[in-house]
């Protein structure tokens, strides 16, 4: 391969004739790509991990963290980012997602948003950016414009920031502190990186963001203590975390959480020291709202 050459873009002579055979044939073929996808993840978990502790050092200065993407790269930050406020009760600003385009490229392309320079710097000052956020740089190609002046300015700012791409010649990597090349290879389908450099960077985001929400406390255990219980799913959810933390039938589970607004941390205090609501909050926030500095 070229130096100026994407693998994203080399023909796959594994599928070449995926539009001759049948069905499960076809489907056989993209199952086999997508499996080379984990293990092409896994190879980079040094450098995914020097990405979560990069991201959680922010977050403990009051640090945000911005995903910047165009096209699937930019619509994957922000369905990442929009998961986090419901599983871990994060504040709607702290983790964001910014597509070239605006909203409106979430549901179709926009044309030019991913060259355009001049777009970048008006979504930078936007978001008014300082040296404690995280800026995570998306792109299969890494040659993105719209992403390469976002890095470029957060770097001016002093701002660290972190880059997923799948072309080890990306742009974009002189301009990040963290450097995460999945090397995906060639798509079935030429160029479409809608497929598996796209899977591989859905797969990184949940590393980034569970990552960085288990470093901070998000978690007990493996139990989500932070879900915002929106729904009748997510209230039992709730439930059934206390009632595990705190070895309590499920009934006095639910009339606690009934009554102080479903706060997972607040019952589980109560319950077992029988801490009013105050009384815990103040112990919540003296801990960074990290519950196993609590209990130990």
């Not at 597509?99 to 710097?121: F, V």
């Not at 800026?135 to 976002?150: D, T």
């Not at 990040?176 to 990186?193: H, L, N, P």
Request: charged content about 25%; overall charge negative; hydrophobic content about 40%.
């Amino acid at each position: 391969m070229k130096k100026d050459e994407t693998a994203t873009e080399l023909i796959n002579h594994d599928t070449m004739n995926i539009d001759l055979v049948g069905t499960e044939d076809m489907l056989i073929m993209l199952n086999n790509e997508d499996m080379k996808v984990a293990a092409a993840v896994k190879k980079c978990i040094p450098q995914i991990t020097k990405a979560v502790d990069i991201i959680v050092r922010n977050f403990l200065h009051a640090g945000r963290l911005f995903y910047v993407g165009a096209g699937t790269s930019g619509r994957l930050g922000v369905l990442d980012a929009s998961e986090c406020p419901p599983t871990f009760s994060t504040p709607p600003d702290m983790i964001q997602g910014i597509i070239a385009g605006g909203d409106r490229a979430l549901r179709e392309a926009i044309e030019g948003a991913e060259d355009s320079e001049e777009m970048a710097l008006e979504d930078f000052d936007e978001y008014d950016i300082c040296n404690n956020d995280t800026i995570v740089g998306i792109s299969a190609s890494g040659n993105a414009k719209y992403v390469c002046k976002f890095l470029q300015v957060a770097k001016i700012k002093k701002c660290k920031t972190i880059v997923i791409t799948s072309n080890p010649n990306a742009k974009m990597k002189e301009y990040a502190d963290c450097f995460i090349c999945v090397e995906t290879g060639a798509e079935a389908i030429s160029g479409s990186t809608r497929l598996k450099a796209g899977t591989a960077q859905k797969m990184i985001l949940n590393m980034l963001s569970t990552g960085s929400m288990i470093k901070i406390g998000k978690t007990y255990h493996n139990l989500m203590i932070d879900v915002k219980p929106t729904n009748n799913k997510l209230k039992r959810r709730a439930v059934t975390i206390v009632s595990e933390i705190c070895g309590c039938k499920e009934r006095t589970a639910q009339n606690v959480l009934d009554t102080n607004g479903y706060k997972i941390k607040h019952a589980i205090l109560f319950i077992l020291y029988g801490l009013d609501f105050d009384e815990a909050d103040k112990l919540l926030r003296e801990n960074n709202g990290v519950l196993r500095r609590i209990f130990e």
